[in-house]
Every structure is written in structure tokens, then in C-alpha cells.
């Protein structure tokens, strides 16, 4: 199983979890899995841990993402996705598809470790809280 995907309706927001390496075609489908998960709305939050993952992409992938998540932009609305990166070269390459995505009304961050995330969602729970209180459930294997 590369990852599991979990909505916590009560909270607001998607738990992505990587729990390997996950491929460029893994992570796209993750895209369209989210928007088809049963309650998803407009206005939900993200919170993507890699710390889990080797996952490496390439500048092209990253490239190939940033416009993949242009067309599913308008199912999430203004909202927010926090990505918690699992190295230096993750946290890089997650800043540019940040960088690539900054005109869309989804604003994505990248954190190096959780502590430094807290707070940045705006939401009644940190996201300390937020992966507490959303155990993982397998939705998707890879």
C-alpha cells in the first residue's frame, strides 16, 4: 500500500498520508481520487504527509502535476493544502509545484515537519490534532 486517503468531514479536511515511494501516475490519481471521495466539497483542506515516503519526482513531473491540479481546481474552491515534506529534495520540489500553482484558489504550503505547519491551515485544529483525530483507513493501494 503506498498511501491512504481519509476525509474527516467533522474537521474539514483530506488526510493524505504516503506511506512509500509513490509514483508520478500514484500521485495524479490521488488528484482525482479526493475530488471523488464520498462528501467531498468545495472548501476542504489538505494535509499531505510524505514524512513517510521516499517519493522523487522530476522537475517534469512536478511541471505535469502542477497543471494536472489547474484542472481540478475549481472542485476545491479557496481553500488550503499543507504538504509536510520528507527531505530536503521532497520539500524542494513541493515549493516549486507550490510556485507553479500560486495563481490557483487553492494555496499550497510546504512544511518541513509538523510543529512548523501548526497553525497554518486556519482551522479549530492543528495539524498535530488534525492527523490525530483522522487514523489512517485504506482507501487506495498502490
Do not use: Y
Not at 474539514?12 to 471523488?36: D, H, N, P, T, Y
Not at 472548501?43 to 515516503?53: E, H, I, Q
Not at 495539524?127 to 487514523?135: C, H, Y
Request: aromatic share 8%; charged share 25%.
Amino acid at each position: 500500500m503506498s498511501h491512504t486517503l481519509k476525509l474527516n468531514i467533522e474537521l474539514g479536511v483530506i488526510v493524505l498520508r504516503a506511506k512509500q515511494s509513490m509514483s508520478f501516475e500514484e500521485i495524479r490519481g490521488v488528484f482525482v481520487e479526493m475530488v471523488r471521495l464520498p462528501g467531498f466539497k468545495e472548501g476542504l483542506c489538505l494535509v499531505a504527509d510524505f514524512r513517510g515516503s521516499g517519493t522523487i519526482l522530476t522537475g517534469e513531473d512536478i511541471r505535469n502535476l502542477a497543471a494536472f491540479a489547474e484542472r481540478t481546481d475549481h472542485a476545491w474552491g479557496d481553500t488550503k493544502w499543507c504538504i509536510v515534506a520528507s527531505s530536503d529534495t521532497m520539500f524542494g520540489l513541493s515549493r516549486m509545484f507550490s510556485s507553479l500553482t500560486d495563481q490557483l484558489q487553492v494555496d499550497t504550503h510546504v512544511f518541513r515537519d509538523i510543529e512548523a505547519a501548526n497553525g497554518w491551515l486556519g482551522l479549530a485544529v492543528d495539524v498535530e490534532g488534525i492527523l490525530a483525530q483522522t487514523p489512517d483507513e485504506v482507501l487506495a493501494t498502490g
